[in-house]
């Protein structure tokens, strides 16, 4: 999820001043309940109700619902209000304790699947890397796109198949934001299938990486990630000190990217203690400069043919623009169509039937300024750029259980495999789409 609403950073604040030790970390979440509230197309009435009590919002397309998290000495307050709502997490702190399990069973399993049966701590995700990198060592290299702030390398893996690196690339990102924890699982889940599938022969894992060249960081925020594991869980900025006078600390690095960085003050914040704060200049953040770096050296090589920013949660698949939700770009068709495609390949692939909403980012959910996709699109010349927000709808939000890591990374693969093909080809000369209903028709 790409942002918070202006009235929750206060109390964001508020609500980390009552912290105690638990799970290892110094933040404790025993006790709070985390709620879905209905708005039924009227947020501005439950808004105003919640303006009484105290909490946290995890969401911030309001029309039909509104995610929030309560602190215990907040939950009489809110029973008060008699609003209508769904229970999320009854214990958010035991959720927390639950996903909390380091198995180590896939280091004795090289090549096996049962890293996606836990969460992993910082240092495992760098050696699960290393270990794809030795299964298929003649045709990958871990490569690095910087420091963050506190000097952790941005690190990841770039994959070729026949004829040698060089090709246009195909650039993944995850765990921009810290708490999003399933997209480093599913990037890693991704470069896990095309290294085992290309080696296992599979024709349309060869046709992709025979074409493209794929880069691919899972965590490239990496002090907010392990900040959420040391501290405090629903962390999502980076960890980069406040500018003077402020004592709070981070910056959104999905806010700082440089193209329309200050474009519509509705798109980020301006205020360091806010959960979407962009800076004080495009790109000072560290990670960002790194992250910026390695999308001009690509634009500049072979070009972006496709970057996807993997975040949670929502299930959405969302195109430029994100600053401006009346500005479509001459490719938004092509884009959306290419969307839909990959969002019927995750529901028929998918026991749980997951749907995927498609569209322009700033039409389709909200406004974003110095987001990732418009940047990679317009200053990176990506032919498609995207923003993929990943499962749930709001059953489990960012703290999805362990046992749900599979499903969820397992349906993305079918989505890609489906969108490589559509890469290159003219399927807006009406033929190309003409010749792919047919395909799909004949179908059963
Ligand atoms: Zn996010």
């Known amino acids: 999820m790409r942002g918070f609403r202006l009235s929750s950073i206060l109390t964001t604040v508020a609500v980390g001043a009552s912290a105690a030790l638990t799970n290892g970390r110094s933040f404790s979440y025993d006790g709070y ?74 280091k004795r399993q090289a090549g096996g699947l049962s890293w996606f049966d836990s969460y992993h701590d910082y240092q495992d995700h760098i050696q699960y890397l290393q270990s794809l990198h030795d299964l298929f060592p003649d045709n990958s290299e871990i490569i690095s796109s910087g420091s963050s702030y506190e000097n952790r390398s941005l690190n990841g893996i ?7 690196p060089g090709k246009p690339a195909v650039l993944y990102h995850g765990t921009v934001h810290a708490r999003e924890w399933i997209s480093a699982a599913t990037t890693e889940y991704l470069t896990y ?31 907010g990630f392990v900040y959420t594991q040391t501290t405090q869980r629903l962390w ?21 990217w440089e193209f329309a960085w200050d474009a519509n003050p509705l798109g980020a914040s301006t ?20 992250l910026d770096r390695l999308v001009r050296r690509l634009r500049d090589g072979a070009g972006i043919k496709l970057y996807i920013d ?70 990176g010349r990506a032919d498609f750029s995207y923003t993929i927000e990943l499962r749930d709808i709001g059953k489990h939000g960012f703290v999805l259980p362990p046992e749900l890591i599979r499903p969820t990374v397992e349906e993305q693969w079918p989505g890609q495999k489906v969108l490589w093909t559509l890469l290159d080809e003219e399927f807006f000369d009406g033929v190309g789409l003409l010749r792919r209903l047919d395909g799909r028709q004949s179908t059963p």
């Open 310 to 379: 993997w975040h949670s949660y929502g299930q959405y698949i969302l195109s430029p623009f994100g600053y401006k939700e009346t500005l479509y770009a001459p490719e938004l068709g092509k884009w959306t169509k290419a969307a839909q495609y990959v969002s019927d390949a995750i529901r028929d692939s998918s026991a749980a039937l997951t749907t995927f909403t498609f569209g322009p980012s700033g039409a389709t959910l909200y406004t974003t300024t110095g987001a990732a996709p418009d940047h990679v699109y317009s200053i």
């Open 158 to 164: 770039h994959l070729w198949g026949a004829g040698g």
């Open 33 to 106: 309940k985390v709620f879905r509230v209905k708005t039924h197309a009227q947020p501005s009435v439950v808004q105003e109700k919640l303006s009484n009590i105290t909490f946290e919002q995890w969401n911030h397309d309001v029309h039909s619902h509104i995610d929030i998290v309560l602190a215990p000495d907040q939950l009489p307050g809110f029973a008060e209000l008699d609003l209508e709502y769904d229970i999320m997490h009854d214990d958010l702190g035991g959720s927390i304790a639950a996903e909390s399990v380091h198995s180590s069973l896939w």
């Open 271 to 290: 205020n360091p203690c806010s959960q979407t704060y962009k800076g004080e200049r495009p790109s000072d953040t560290p990670e960002n400069q790194g």
């Open 236 to 256: 999502r900025k980076n960890r980069q000190p406040g500018p003077n006078g402020s004592t709070c600390y981070g910056r959104d690095i999905n806010r700082n």
């Open 193 to 223: 299938k095309l290294v085992t599938e290309y080696k296992a022969g599979d024709r349309a894992t060869r046709a992709a990486l025979d074409k493209y060249d794929f880069y691919i960081i899972p965590i490239v925020n990496p002090d």
